[in-house]
C-alpha cells in the first residue's frame, strides 16, 4: 500500500460545476497537506497549503483535511476550462528544516466549456 | 525570472550515455531537492541538499546517479549509462528552511533514453 493514495481519473466536468478530488494516507506523521496543480509539461505549482484539521479558502478552492480519517479533500467552486490540469496532493511530515514531500499519483481534471 | 531555472528542458541520448541537468533555485532559498516523475505518476523524492550538504538520498537514487551543489547555490543532477528506465522528469525544487517548508518547482527537465 502506497503512502498516499489518490483517487483515480480522469475527471470531466462542465464549465461550473463543482469538483471535488480527494486523497488518503496511511502515515500518521503526516501534518503538513499540499495541493499542486500541474500542466502538461509543466513542473508542479503550489495551490494549497494547509498543517490543521478544518477548512481553508482560497479564492474558488478550499482544502479540507481530517487528520482523524487521514483524509484530504480539495473543492473547486465554478470550475473554468483554465482549471484544467493535473492536481497532486503532497504531504510531509515536518516543515521548515526538512520538507520532504509524498505526492499521491495525481488526477487530471478537464472542464468542458 | 526569479524562479526555479533547469536545463536543458528536454534531452534525448542513446542507453548507455551520460546525462547532466543541472538547476538554478530561487536565490533566497538554501534547501533544493530533486524528484523524478514518470507518466501518470506524482513525484518521487531523489534527494535534497541544504546549502552544499546533501542530507538524505531516496533509495530510487542508484549509484548511476548523483547529485552535487558544490557551492550551495545551483545544483547538477547525473545520471550515468543511462537506461530505457530512466525516462522520465527529473524535477527540481527549492525552499528557504526558516519558512513553512512550500517547495517551489521549476519546470524539469525531460529525459528521453532511447
Known amino acids: 500500500q502506497k503512502e498516499v493514495e489518490q483517487d483515480p481519473g480522469p475527471l470531466s466536468v462542465p464549465e461550473g460545476a463543482i469538483v471535488s478530488l480527494n486523497c488518503t494516507y496511511s502515515n500518521s506523521a503526516f501534518q503538513y497537506f499540499m495541493w499542486y496543480r500541474q500542466y502538461s509539461r509543466k513542473g508542479p505549482e503550489l495551490l494549497m497549503y494547509t498543517y490543521s484539521s478544518g477548512n481553508k479558502e482560497d479564492g474558488r478552492f478550499t482544502a479540507q483535511v481530517d487528520k482523524s480519517s487521514k483524509y484530504i479533500s480539495l473543492f473547486i467552486r465554478d470550475s473554468q476550462p483554465s482549471d484544467s490540469a493535473t492536481y497532486l496532493c503532497a504531504m510531509s511530515i515536518y516543515t521548515g528544516a526538512n520538507s520532504k514531500l509524498t505526492f499521491g499519483k495525481g488526477i487530471t481534471l478537464s472542464v468542458r466549456p | 525570472d526569479t524562479g526555479v531555472s533547469q536545463n536543458p528542458r528536454h534531452k534525448i541520448t542513446k542507453r548507455g550515455q551520460n546525462v547532466t541537468f543541472r538547476c538554478d533555485p530561487i536565490s533566497e532559498h538554501n534547501r533544493l531537492y530533486w524528484y523524478r516523475q514518470t507518466l501518470g505518476q506524482g513525484p518521487e523524492f531523489l534527494t535534497y541538499f541544504q546549502n552544499e550538504a546533501q542530507l538524505e538520498k531516496s533509495r530510487l537514487l542508484s549509484d548511476r546517479f548523483s547529485a552535487e551543489r558544490p557551492k550551495g547555490s545551483f545544483s547538477t543532477l547525473e545520471i550515468q549509462r543511462t537506461e530505457q528506465g530512466d525516462s522520465a522528469m527529473y524535477l527540481c525544487?527549492?525552499?528557504?528552511?526558516?519558512?513553512?517548508?512550500?517547495?517551489?518547482f521549476g519546470e524539469g527537465s525531460r529525459l528521453t533514453v532511447l
Open positions: 525544487a527549492s525552499s528557504f528552511s526558516g519558512g513553512t517548508g512550500e517547495l517551489f
